[in-house]
């Protein structure tokens, strides 16, 4: 099926790319962030905001354009200078756009005022350079003496460094001597000034350990040891050298070309001389070592010659006679005491063979069997004893059952046995002996013969309940 287009005779049209806002600002956000990626930016600020949340939002311009910055909370922490409007700053971050509002904005990563972060820049530009070049290899860098012959100081004649260095020094190993190298340490033609010291200090060979200290300042105070005159005079000097410059957080070019870094100027003539007590202690342990090997070699020949004196005293005839002497009263010894144990061993072997025939005698058989007669004996007594015992216990409790249930027994509580009536049957009714009738009573010692006088019947009696 053929498009209206095509009837009518028009040219195709493309198909169009449609975006949507938010597309078409996360599309350029990706493209701006990817193009530009970190950059550094001189401005200065304007309308700074600080909101609750602790970003910070200003614009940074300058006299043609304005810039929309952001800084936010977990960066501006490590702000060393607080931000206000007017300043002048450098600042280093990415270029974005925030897309809810479609602004193009700096999120900003760091932030300095710009007159140390020029020095900054030119820092960063020159040590990149430098470190191309191989200046900062470990691999050109100079091993230290362990024990320098004399030791050079390039810095100023008039500051602490180099009193705290002297006195350093002095302390650690006295006996080294210093010589002062003066040089301007801050200010202009001072970085030529070091130059020149170290020329100097390497043209004469007066030392073999330098040191190049200041103490501590600004990066502004410390400039001339991030100069490239400065570097190059240290990478070019055939003597090792310990930088000791600033504080322990101050860094400077001249610390990544030097053979040793040092904290302070302090630290450099610790790093630059052993301790003293360290190489008394170690010449102590050397000489005690060197006395017991020539104890030791010296004692060689007392040993031998000992050794010699001990041979020949074994040579000898009366030593010889003494050790046969010996030999003899030894094997006399073992012969006794042969004899002794052979004798003990007999007689014990005698006791055995008397006591087996002890045991085979007939009298002792018959004293065995007659005691085991008195035994069998004992034990048919008692045997006859226990089978008697048991059936008499048997009588015993049969009697005593026959006399719990024996009418005698009953009789001797104090019942009777009353008889009568024409057959003499036992009366267990009082009906059957009427008034006159005659009846015999057993007691349980005799009988009574009576006549009854009056006879009440069972339910004549009163009630006992």
Known sequence: MSSLGDNLGLPLQPAREVYTVSSLNREARRLIEGRLGTVWVEGEISGLVRPRSGHLYWRMKDEN???????????????????????????????????PRGEYQLVVEYLEEVGEGLLRRRFEELKLKLAAEGLFDEGRKQEKPELPRRIGVVTS???????????????????????????????????REIASALELADRRGECDLLILARGGGSLEDLW??????????????????????????????????????????????????????QWFGALKTLDQRLARAVGQRLAEPKTALAGLAHRLDRSHPGVQLRHSQQRLDELETRVRLGLARTLQDRRSRLAQSSLRLRGLSPAGRIRSLDERLRF???????????????????????????????????????????????????????????PGAGVEIRLAQGELSATVDESRPESDLPDES
Do not use: W
């Open 157 to 191: 004649p008039s500051g602490a460094a180099v009193r705290d260095i002297i006195t350093v020094l002095a302390r650690r190993f006295p006996a080294i001597p210093v010589l002062i190298y003066p040089t301007s340490v801050q200010g202009a033609g001072a970085a």
């Open 376 to 434: 069998v004996r004992g034990g048919l007594a008692g045997a006859v004893r226990d089978a008697l015992r048991k059936p008499r216990q048997r009588l015993t409790l049969s009697r005593r059952a026959l006399e719990s249930v024996s009418p005698l027994a009953t009789l001797r509580r104090g019942y009777a046995i009353v008889t009568g009536g024409e057959t003499g049957a036992i009366l267990t009714d009082a009906k059957a002996a009427p």
């Open 65 to 99: 354009a304005q810039l929309r910055c952001a800084m936010f909370r977990g960066q501006n922490r490590l702000l060393k200078f607080q931000p206000d409007d007017g300043q002048h700053v450098l600042a280093r971050g990415r270029v974005s756009i925030y897309e």
């Open 224 to 277: 001339s040891f991030n100069e490239e005159v400065v570097a190059r005079a240290m990478a070019a000097v055939s003597i090792p050298v310990i930088s000791g410059v600033g504080h322990e957080i101050d860094f400077t070019i001249a610390d990544f070309v030097a053979d040793l870094r040092a904290p302070t100027p302090s630290g450099a003539a610790e790093l630059a001389v052993p301790d003293q007590a």
